[in-house]
Structure formats: structure tokens, C-alpha cells
């Protein structure tokens, strides 16, 4: 059985830090997807990853992918306040394509000003 | 172009009812798929369809059923409602089309169920 594991499941940043979430799988899948949640909201896409070693960016956060060590991490840079919420990582076990995702436990993210 | 739909928003039900949710999909979204939020078990599949035909399910007990109309649009149902079923059900729509091509899916807003 396919287990998704994420760390830290809280963290609690300064405004300005850096830090990063680890998100660990524990079979073989070259496709991995993060999304956000804030309260009482839906998922939203921030990136998906389709090959080893894949890595993509949009503003503060960049994401990137080593199917080798099954180990995906979202790095947050020079954290602000509107980057406070949940975080899922997501691995596909979907034949079809991205059907059937499997998702971490979720970091939930708090920046503090 | 419209987003995915799903209602009701929110539902209160008591222990021992029934209750179906609805999900329409984007227009020209083939397949659909439903997943369960809980503060405990966070975030699992339930199951997914596509063509009206199921093509994937998770671990979830027979209480929980779906169905996919010719439109797409899909239907889930919950049987003899228990309190461990409160949770935030989400659905998620893409073309899914091709086996191991990458679609983008799109999740809807979610419907909010509370079970008394």
C-alpha cells in the first residue's frame, strides 16, 4: 500500500525565512502534484511533476522532484504572510493519468510577521 | 469556461440516513474522481469514473457508492450515515483520456457534510 509521508505536519515561519517541506513516498511513481488549502477551501494546483529530477517555480515557492529517493520538497523563500496555509503533496497511482492520487498528511504552514 | 460544481454546498444529515452529492464536471471532462476530507484520515480516494463505467476505487466500505451519468456529471451516495462520515467531500474532474498522458484536474469547491 502506497504511504505519502509529510514533514513537518506544522510549521510556524517568520516572515523573510526560508524553509522547506519534505514530502516522501514509498513506491515507484514519476508523477507528483503539491497543492494548497486554505481554511474551509478547496485544493488548489501549485505544481506538478511528471519526471525525475523535475523542478518548477512560481514566486516564493519551488518544487522539485527525485524519483530515486521517492522524495519531493516544496522550498518556500522569504516567506510572507499570504503563503500561510495548508500544503498537500499528492503522488499519482492512476493508470489513466492523475485519476487516483494518494495524499500526504499536509504541512500546515503559518507565517508569522 | 466553468469550473467544477458541486452540491449541495453544505448538508446536515442525522445517523441512519442516506444522502447524494453532485458533481458536473468541465465541459468535456470524461472522468470523474471523489475524494473524502477528515480531520483524522485527511484526504483519501473514494473512487472514480469515467465513461460511466467505475475505474478505480479506494478502500472505502460498500455504504459508499457512485455513479456517472452520459453528461459526465457524477452522483456519489452514502448509505446508513454514520458519525465518522462528517467530512469535506471533494470531487475532481480531467479529459483523462489517454493511458499515462498527463491531464490537468480541476477540483470543485467541495460539499461540507455533517452527520448528527
Known amino acids: 500500500e502506497l504511504k505519502v509521508e509529510q514533514n513537518p505536519l506544522f510549521l510556524s515561519m517568520q516572515e523573510g525565512k526560508n524553509y522547506t517541506i519534505y514530502c516522501n513516498y514509498s513506491t515507484t511513481s514519476d508523477r507528483l502534484y503539491w497543492y494548497r488549502q486554505d481554511p474551509g477551501k478547496s485544493l488548489e494546483s501549485l505544481f506538478v511533476l511528471l519526471s525525475n529530477g523535475a523542478v518548477k517555480q512560481e514566486g516564493r515557492l519551488m518544487a522539485s522532484l527525485d524519483t530515486k529517493a521517492r522524495l519531493s520538497t516544496l522550498h518556500i523563500t522569504a516567506a510572507v504572510h499570504d503563503l500561510s496555509a495548508t500544503y498537500f503533496c499528492?503522488?499519482?497511482?492512476?493508470?489513466?493519468?492523475?485519476?487516483?492520487?494518494?495524499f500526504g498528511t499536509g504541512t500546515r504552514l503559518t507565517i508569522i510577521p | 469556461k466553468a469550473g467544477v460544481t458541486q452540491t449541495p454546498r453544505y448538508l446536515i444529515k442525522t445517523r441512519g440516513q442516506q444522502v447524494t452529492l453532485s458533481c458536473s464536471p468541465i465541459?468535456?471532462?470524461?472522468?470523474v474522481s471523489w475524494y473524502q476530507q477528515t480531520p483524522g484520515q485527511g484526504l483519501q480516494f473514494l473512487f472514480e469514473y469515467f465513461s460511466e463505467t467505475q475505474r478505480n476505487k479506494g478502500n472505502f466500505p460498500g455504504r459508499f457508492s457512485g455513479r456517472q451519468f452520459s453528461n459526465s456529471r457524477s452522483e456519489m451516495n452514502v448509505s446508513t450515515l454514520e458519525l465518522g462520515d462528517s467530512a469535506l467531500y471533494l470531487c475532481?474532474?480531467?479529459?483523462?483520456?489517454?493511458?499515462?498522458?498527463?491531464?490537468?484536474?480541476?477540483f470543485g469547491p467541495g460539499t461540507r457534510l455533517t452527520v448528527l
Open positions: 465541459s468535456g471532462h470524461r472522468s
Open positions: 475532481a474532474s480531467s479529459f483523462a483520456g489517454l493511458a499515462g498522458v498527463y491531464n490537468e484536474q480541476f
Open positions: 499528492a503522488v499519482d497511482m492512476g493508470n489513466f493519468g492523475n485519476e487516483k492520487l494518494t
